[in-house]
């Protein structure tokens, strides 16, 4: 099984700042990577999709990269909406693991 | 508009069964790869099962095989999820959602399954 370790648990930044959100995997996924956002009470939303590509209707401040076993989802200027948390997913191999999660809060 | 809408959820003993149904709309069910993804209370995201669109490829996280049996109705358009031998880490949001490449692009609002005596 491959493991997703996603860093930081909790990031506090202000509204306006640029969030860098981690996720190392275990062994290659090659760019089988997915990142989703989830606020409390909701369900998860999918942001990015194969390491890089943003999902529909998903606004251009959110951004990922990397390939192999190290990935980045940035944000590149938090807006209110944006503190949640994001978790990553790989579809490289069964089973289809997430990381545990970073949550983005208010500073 | 997709979507996705779960049921069947309760209050089950330890060595019980539940089963989840997830009715769909909005989209070509029968085309589309399905999982059910959970969700413990105040912990992360853990893949549960997957179904492919015909129902002939079927995957199971080892914490569910032998317990849990995944179906579908593409004559309904309803995804399902029997769970047998209930423990009390079984307790969790169930989410079922839709896969494209095995990423979920459409998750249900989600159904809680608690177990306990």
């Known amino acids: 099984e491959i493991v997703l370790t996603q860093s930081p648990a909790t990031l506090s930044l202000s509204p306006g700042e640029r969030a860098t959100l981690s996720c190392r995997a275990s062994q290659s996924v090659s760019s089988y990577l997915a990142w989703y956002q989830q606020k409390p009470g909701q369900a998860p939303r999918l942001l990015v999709y194969?390491?890089?590509n943003r999902a529909t209707d998903i606004p251009a401040r959110f951004s990922g990269s990397g390939s192999g076993t190290d990935f980045t989802l940035t944000i590149s200027s938090l807006e209110p909406e944006d503190f949640a948390v994001y978790y990553c997913?790989?579809?490289?191999?069964?089973?289809?693991?997430f990381g545990g999660g970073t949550k983005v809060e208010i500073k | 508009e997709v979507q996705l809408l779960e049921s069947g959820g309760g209050l089950v003993q330890p060595g019980g069964s539940l089963r989840l149904s997830c009715a769909a709309s909005g989209f070509t069910f029968n085309n589309y790869a399905m999982s059910w993804v959970r969700q413990a209370p105040g912990k992360g995201l853990e893949w549960v099962s997957a179904i492919g669109g015909s129902g002939g490829r079927i995957y199971y996280a080892d914490s569910v095989k032998g317990r849990f049996t995944i179906s579908r109705d593409n004559s309904k358009n309803t995804l399902y999820l029997q769970m047998n031998s209930l423990r009390a880490e079984d307790t969790a949001v169930y989410y079922c959602?839709?896969?494209?490449?095995?990423?979920?692009?459409?998750w249900g609002q989600g159904t809680l399954v608690t177990v306990s005596s």
């Open positions: 959602a839709n896969a494209t490449g095995a990423y979920f692009n459409y």
């Open positions: 997913q790989q579809r490289s191999n069964w089973p289809l693991t």
């Open positions: 194969d390491a890089s």
